[in-house]
């Protein structure tokens, strides 16, 4: 069982990559699809829980972009052993921009958005409770995968 943590800006390619790696063997869980929440963190951390305690592996889709947004989800997974893994989206403010204008209906946010997002974002390590960081690039309209490098991360 995994709870694999999406991290990056918005638009720099991280629901592609669910769909394209984890669509047929991991449960979905995104804030975007919790718009109508009350409270959608709390909504999200309890549908991760849900979905470990059925043995299902999930997928969080968000930007997560700090340690202290990653800490209670990385918290859930550990309670109910599940393999934590990281995937650091490595993609400029430019690029994610210039994906973000191809978007259509809700799906495309503000630019404002990703602006705010970027100073925010924080490498993920596996000092935070992750088993595996990965950094997941976009070359020639493919993912590229690699396991982080170095001791802490």
């Known amino acids: 069982m995994e709870l694999a943590v999406l991290i990056g800006l918005q ?59 990653r800490s209670p989800i990385i918290a859930i997974g550990k309670a109910f052993g599940a393999r934590v893994t990281g995937y650091h989206f490595d993609a400029s403010v430019s690029d994610c921009i210039r994906r973000n204008a191809l978007r259509r209906g809700r799906t495309r946010v503000p630019e404002v958005a990703i602006y705010a997002t970027a100073p925010k974002l924080e490498y993920p390590l596996v000092a935070e409770g992750f088993d595996a960081v990965f950094i997941v690039r976009t070359v020639a309209g493919a993912f590229e995968v690699e396991a982080a490098q170095g001791p802490s991360s």
Do not use: C, W
């Not at 629901?15 to 909504?43: C, E, G, K, W």
């Not at 470990?52 to 997928?59: A, K, P, T």
């Open 11 to 69: 638009g720099a390619g991280k629901s592609s990559f669910y769909r394209a790696r984890f669509a047929q063997t991991h449960t979905h869980v995104s804030m975007d699809l919790l718009r109508n929440s009350r409270n959608p963190r709390t909504r999200q951390l309890a549908l991760i829980e849900q979905a470990l305690r059925s043995g299902e592996s999930v997928v969080v889709d968000n930007t997560n972009p700090r340690a202290e947004d």
